[in-house]
């Protein structure tokens, strides 16, 4: 496999449609927030990354891709030790491709073509192999399904404060009040604030962000026992009812639908 640049300014003005870098990060690596002139797939082919836009968050479990437009600023954590797959997308190469920020599960044809296309030059030409495969991706990722893996984000600094508290520790109880020193706000302030910038209620914003994480716990197999305790419920069975509540399936049947090929399931509350 011939070596190729791990910097990603390499990799923004090749006259090709489609360039794949490989890349190994540590647990805990963040890479601060910025912007490139072309798409992104960001795929995560082990580890589990929290990309952040201005608005929102997503938690991308071993196996999924985050499709990010050019230009949106963003910035990225791993969880623990990830290695990516980052395809650079010249912008309206394809007509079907997301115009807005989605989490998809690759099929294994996918797989496949960003793996063969490592194989190839960067700076392919127009009849070889690597621009067919090329193209290939590009119609796989527009026929991908998307999975609703994202948490919206305000945008006043006082509640922003809060929320990245909790992002930071899902399993933690605090009520709005206990979080107003950190916020610097009053919790009816607070509440208010939920209401106008995350479209919901703090209690509902912190329990999505809790099932995203517990459905990463359980693809890296813990236990329904410990993801409830990591959740801040009392039992598995209390658990499973409220995510069912949510989302309308249990745990098991959704983990049963992201491991599918080719398959996803549209996780968006009931």
Not at 16 to 26: E, S
Not at 104 to 127: D, H, R, V, W
Not at 147 to 160: A, C, E, N, T, V
Request: proline share 8%; glycine share 4%.
């Amino acid at each position: 496999m011939p070596r190729r640049s791990t910097q990603p300014d390499d990799y923004q003005d090749l006259p090709v449609a489609v360039a794949v870098m490989q890349k190994y990060f540590p647990t805990a690596h963040v890479i601060a927030p910025h912007d490139h002139r072309r798409d992104q797939l960001l795929y995560a082919v082990s580890g589990t990354m929290r990309i952040r836009t201005d608005t929102h968050s997503w938690i991308v479990p071993p196996e999924r891709a985050l499709y990010m437009p050019h230009r949106m600023v963003h910035s990225v954590s791993m969880r623990n030790p990830v290695e990516m797959r980052t395809l650079y997308i010249e912008p309206r190469s394809h007509p079907r491709l997301p115009a807005t920020c989605v989490v998809i599960t690759p099929s294994a044809l996918l797989k496949e073509l960003i793996s063969a296309l490592l194989g190839e030059p960067l700076n392919y030409a127009q009849f070889d192999r690597g621009n067919w495969l090329g193209k290939l991706i590009l119609d796989e990722i527009s026929r991908s399904k998307l999975l609703d893996f994202s948490i919206p984000m305000p945008s006043d600094p006082r509640l922003l404060r809060a929320c990245e508290h909790v992002l930071e520790n899902p399993g933690m109880g605090s009520s709005l009040g206990e979080l107003s020193d950190i916020a610097a706000a009053s919790e009816r302030t607070l509440a208010r604030l939920c209401e106008s910038e995350l479209g919901m209620g703090f209690s509902a914003w912190r329990q999505q962000v809790r099932f995203q994480y517990a459905l990463e716990d359980l693809a890296r197999g813990v236990s329904i026992n410990e993801v409830a305790r990591l959740c801040g419920y009392a039992s598995p069975s209390a658990f499973t009812a409220a995510f069912r509540k949510n989302f309308g399936l249990t745990p098991s049947r959704i983990l049963k639908s992201l491991s599918a090929t080719g398959s996803a399931t549209t996780l968006a509350p009931t």
